[in-house]
């Protein structure tokens, strides 16, 4: 069976720790365990969680701590898994195995796009059209459910764009879905990063044939404990713990014990809390830079998350201003070309401020000297 390798985390995992300015990164910086702690009024010692095999679900209380944030969910509705990446993994496996055949949003987060094509399987697209402002092309999307696809995959809030759903188009794809009897696998590791007050929805609670896969890694900015869900039916949750008996076995235990104490009622909102300011004040840092740019560059604002899909109006592929960036200015960016739309860059905004606003000043004078154009 061919390999293809999954080209955004290949460039991430190869250069972000090798480079003065990470814009690559879609979540705001991380916490440290100090500070995770220091959130925390009581149970942060650490010091007496056993290091042997963790309840391999994920602990009762912790599911029950994720299932307390899903109207109607049950420590049985959820499994836990490493990040956001194992749920995704068994709920593409699970379903894949169902129908071969996927209707994929397009932009998106590429994993389970890539092991559609590793596995044999069938990834039939519907895409979000950048000039409506990333909304879903809908005809698309029921062509896709026609041609067979068993399964639905969104990412919500969109991860490479941010911006989400409305709450019209969700209700549109769960009907679509619906009459063609397919499942909807939804990705929602942006919720709870949301740019303005109100809360992204979720698919759960919308719809009985719907898996929602979230992790600690971009709204609770703790990417670093590996730790994700899913949250669907009990009976299909039931085989999804014992595919992870063939992935990974347990989430750590330690990792079990933080995620514990971030999703604790006390600690919880004082994080979110912490990733919403961190992305409103970022968000209009970057939203100045493009305004200054007379023209060069352009988006649509992110709803939720530290990433944003920024055209640039010059003539230089995007992998080759990638590499170009990376090996001339040290400056890590994510191409356009990974997520199939060239002449567009998807820039992290979540760094510290001071190096964020360095990171764009390298950025804006590296387009100066690469393709001769002045911003700012
Ligand atoms: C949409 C989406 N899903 C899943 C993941 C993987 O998340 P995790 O770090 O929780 O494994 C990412 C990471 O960037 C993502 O953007």
Do not use: C
């Amino acid at each position: 069976m061919a390999f293809t390798p999954f080209e955004m985390e290949r460039w991430q995992s190869t250069f972000e720790h090798r480079v003065d300015y990470n814009l690559s990164e879609s979540g705001v910086h991380p916490l440290t365990v100090g500070a995770l702690l220091s959130y925390a009024r009581h149970g942060t010692d650490l010091s007496g969680v056993r290091l042997g095999y963790s309840q391999s679900n994920g602990t009762d209380e912790l599911r029950q701590r994720i299932a307390s944030l899903y109207p109607g969910a049950t420590d049985r509705s959820v499994v836990v898994t490493i990040g956001g990446a194992e749920a995704n993994f068994v709920g593409f496996w699970e379903l894949a195995g169902q129908s071969g055949k996927a209707a994929v949003m397009l932009p998106n987060y590429m994993q389970v796009p890539g092991l559609l094509r590793n596995f044999d399987g069938g990834a039939i697209p519907f895409h979000l059209r950048e000039k409506t402002g990333w909304r879903p092309d809908l005809n698309q999307l029921e062509a896709a459910l026609k041609a067979g696809a068993g399964f639905v995959l969104v990412t919500n809030p969109n991860n490479p764009t941010g911006v989400a759903l409305t709450l019209a188009e969700m209700d549109d794809i769960v009907s679509l879905a619906d009459r063609h009897g397919a499942w909807i696998l939804s990705d929602e590791v942006y919720r709870g990063a949301e740019v303005a007050d109100a809360p992204v929805p979720s698919f759960w609670g919308r719809y009985d044939r719907v898996l929602v896969t979230n992790s600690l890694s971009k709204a609770y900015a703790l990417p670093g404990v590996r730790l994700g869900w899913v949250v669907g039916p009990d009976d299909v949750v039931e085989r999804l713990w014992a595919r992870t008996d063939y992935t990974t076995i347990a989430p750590p235990s330690v990792s079990d014990a933080l995620a514990r104490i971030a999703l604790s009622p006390d600690v919880r909102p004082r994080i979110l809390e912490r990733t919403r300011g961190i992305i409103r004040h970022n968000l209009g840092i970057l939203a100045d830079w493009v305004a200054s740019s007379g023209g060069l560059f352009s988006y649509t604002p992110p709803d939720a998350g530290a990433i944003a899909m920024v055209r640039y109006r010059a003539d230089i592929g995007s992998g080759e201003l990638a590499e170009r960036l990376r090996v001339e200015q040290s400056v890590l960016i994510v191409p356009g070309i990974h997520f199939g739309i060239d002449h567009t860059m998807r820039l992290g905004f979540g760094p510290p401020e001071a190096e964020l606003v360095a990171g764009l000043e390298r950025l804006g004078a590296a387009f100066e000297a690469l393709v001769g154009v002045a911003t700012g």
